[in-house]
């Protein structure tokens, strides 16, 4: 049994633009619609599992008096009848009936466990189940639909009720956090949002009475040519106007100007009222506008306006701080509104990076004898010659890294980085060089000022290499770099910037990937899934095998492009470490240690007659939390050059060193 959670959906900006932007398709002179949503706190809770018919049952305490268990069996002309007949489970049955005419699927028993989400209340409750039966028939049928799919389909199933949602309803598949949707005809395109500074949004169902079905009908007549004066208006309200509207939107989130952001709301109320509501009766909301200029409320809040359809529906405001948030919530539920908070948080910048540096480099032996791998010499493009980890640590400089933290394998080994990035070179040898290198030389000494280490006393495997760091993260993300690994950036952006950048867009364990040839795979770790935007840059991983063989990788492995040709796409050697992962490499060495005392057999601390401790690796630890919580993958615009055996690395200095420099590339070129 699958547990799932689907949130409701908040329009901060941008209603109406999504049937408006569809209109692009009879006019090319309308404006692509823009909104910006975000999934709220509240939701509904459900587990999942297989069935011979598709069921739908509640144990959830909130609609215990609404509810009654249903249940239908999977035939086409069944659950479209039930579709359209307006009852409870109508929304349900219209994406189970698209569900089995498109994929052949089989029933689903879905049991929700709690609905915290409001219904009829301008948050999409309808939408959000409609979600939760596609993205349940997603993940048992194992259809590798990704997260827009997952919300086309549930768009779909609704347009088989009785129903006219938007585009933007569905928005709820993406979780809770802010996304921009654009919407051009039948393209709908969805952007993560960054969020500079804590946003404390509080919105309320104003219990008041909202005709949804004649405010979309007036507003759609003016559509999709406009034939007068006050037409011509809408357009520019629901168009240029909101663009401009929704790009200030998105610029105060990232640079942190909150009471711009609560200005903007009240800006954007006042726009909407002078050019939309006149085309419309039942847009004129008394109660709406008598909540958001009633001056008590006004000493909470940055700004507010109206939400979905408008009219008399729901409200949402900008708190100034958490304690206003709070004291707004509880203001509004003692007037008898319905009221909840919404806290959209920062991400955590990625200020910290590891790299584990502790392995002996036996296939480089005897070289290993005198000097450990990551300080073999590298001639550069510039003319430099530099050892492997100051390659490293360069980029991570280059990508805003604080604090670097190296895994040795001995406390021994420390000395040897301290003389190069900590002891000064002589006033002799310093006479001996130029004054570009004498500059050089300070800026190898400020790297040393970053370093931290730790140590790797016993040779468990990576993961527990990495786990030696855990103190190091403090609990915030960080990113992690492989040290017998080159990369080399083909934009105008380090490959560990451009990992930060997309984990501050997700904030989620990030993986980057990279393409390889099939006879390759059994040498690297492999990731499925599915693509989730258009340019193939950013994976939902499904699956993350170590070290398939080819046949393995071939049926289960390959990723469909554009194209319908498979790819595979191995690790790049650059992660993102969420906190969860630590706590799973916690979890995984204490199991391991407690399987080698239960086989302690001999009582003299050999398991069954063998000293060696199981290996704690990085690949498994990972694996357990992408089932938990999800992991992406991003195909980072770079080259990798590996440096683990001879032939790689008779390679890599013969390609990294004659390679030209990657100035001149824009931002999206590619090496596919």
């Known amino acids: 049994m699958k547990k799932l959670f689907v949130p409701g959906r908040l329009c901060l900006f941008g209603e109406h633009t999504d049937w408006a932007g569809h209109y692009r398709t009879m006019n090319a002179d309308i404006v692509p619609g823009a909104a910006i949503v975000t999934g709220i706190e509240q939701g509904i809770y459900a587990e999942v599992e297989k069935s011979s018919i598709f069921e739908m049952q509640s144990v959830a305490p909130e609609i215990e008096s609404q509810w009654q268990d249903f249940a239908c069996r999977m035939d086409e002309t069944e659950l479209k009848r039930i579709a359209k007949s307006g009852s409870f489970f109508s929304y349900c049955a219209g994406v189970a009936s698209y569900m089995l005419e498109w994929y052949k699927v089989g029933g689903v028993r879905i049991k929700l466990t709690s609905m915290t989400l409001p219904m009829k209340s301008g948050l999409s409750s309808s939408a959000a189940i409609c979600v939760l039966v596609a993205r349940a028939f997603n993940l048992l049928y194992k259809l590798n639909l990704n997260t827009l799919g997952e919300m086309n389909i549930a768009y779909l199933g609704e347009l088989r009720t009785s129903s006219r949602c938007g585009r933007l309803d569905q928005a709820c598949a993406f979780g ?19 969020v500079k500074r804590p946003l404390y949004w509080v919105f309320a169902d104003l219990c008041a009475e909202k005709d949804t079905i004649r405010i979309l009908s007036d507003l759609n007549k003016a559509y999709p040519f406009a034939q007068n004066e006050a037409e011509q208006r809408e357009h520019d309200a629901l168009g240029i106007k909101n663009r401009e509207i929704v790009d200030r939107a998105i610029r105060y989130m990232a640079d942190g100007e909150v009471e711009k952001l609560g ?13 939309v509501v006149p085309m419309s009766e039942a847009l ?26 408008h009219g008399d529906g729901s409200v949402q405001f900008l708190a100034r701080s958490q304690k206003d948030q709070l004291q707004l919530c509880d203001y509004l539920n003692s007037q008898g509104m319905r009221a909840y908070t919404l806290t959209l948080n920062p991400v955590h910048t990625v200020r910290r990076a590891i790299i584990p540096v502790a392995g002996f480099g036996t296939r480089l032996y005897p070289a290993t004898r005198g000097i450990k791998k990551d ?11 530099r050892p492997v980890i100051l390659i490293l640590l360069e980029e991570l400089i280059q990508s805003g890294i604080e604090e670097i933290c190296l895994v040795l394998g001995s406390e021994e080994e420390r ?19 130029n004054t570009e290198s004498q500059e050089y030389e300070n800026r190898i000494l400020n790297i040393g000022k970053r370093l931290r280490y730790v ?19 403090h609990g915030e993300p960080v990113l992690l770099m492989l040290g017998d690994t080159l990369y ?14 997309q984990y501050e867009r997700y904030n989620q364990l990030l993986v980057g990937l990279y393409p390889v040839e099939l006879n390759s795979v059994s040498h690297f770790g492999i990731m499925a899934g599915v693509w989730e935007d258009k340019d193939e840059r950013m994976l939902t991983v499904t699956v993350l095998n170590e070290k398939p063989s080819s046949s393995y990788a071939e049926e289960f492995l390959g990723v469909r492009n554009q194209k319908g040709v498979k790819e595979y796409c191995s690790v790049f050697g650059q992660y993102i470490l969420t906190p969860e992962v630590f706590e799973q490499l916690r979890e995984d060495i204490a199991a391991a240690d407690a399987e080698d005392v239960s086989t302690d057999i001999n009582g003299d601390g050999r398991a069954n007659g063998s000293s060696k ?31 683990g055996n001879p032939a790689a690395m008779v390679q890599t200095i013969a390609e990294y060193s004659h390679l030209e420099p990657s100035a001149g590339h824009g931002e999206e070129s590619d090496l596919r």
Do not use: W
């Open 176 to 194: 809770v956090k802010p996304n921009l949707m654009t919407f051009d005809g039948d393209e709908v395109e969805v952007q993560s949002l960054v």
């Open 263 to 275: 200005r903007l709301m009240t800006e954007a109320e006042q726009m909407f009222d002078e050019m």
């Open 284 to 309: 004129h909301a008394p109660k709406l506008h008598s909540v958001l200029s009633d001056p008590q409320i006004q000493q909470m809040v940055y700004g507010g306006k109206g939400v979905g359809s």
């Open 375 to 385: 300080f073999f010499p590298i001639p550069c493009p510039d003319g430099m010659v």
């Open 415 to 433: 000395q040897m980085y301290a003389d190069f990035f900590e002891r000064p070179l002589t006033d002799e040898h310093m006479r001996k060089l």
């Open 455 to 473: 140590y790797q006393k016993e040779k468990r495997g990576f993961g527990h290499a990495v786990y030696q760091a855990a103190q190091f993260a």
């Open 488 to 501: 080399r950036s083909t934009s105008n952006k380090p490959c560990a910037l451009q990992l930060i950048e």
């Open 613 to 643: 401790k199981k290996e704690i690796e990085l690949t498994s630890a990972l694996e357990a939390v992408r089932r938990r919580s999800g992991m992406m993958g991003v195909r980072l615009y770079g080259e990798r050059f590996d440096m």
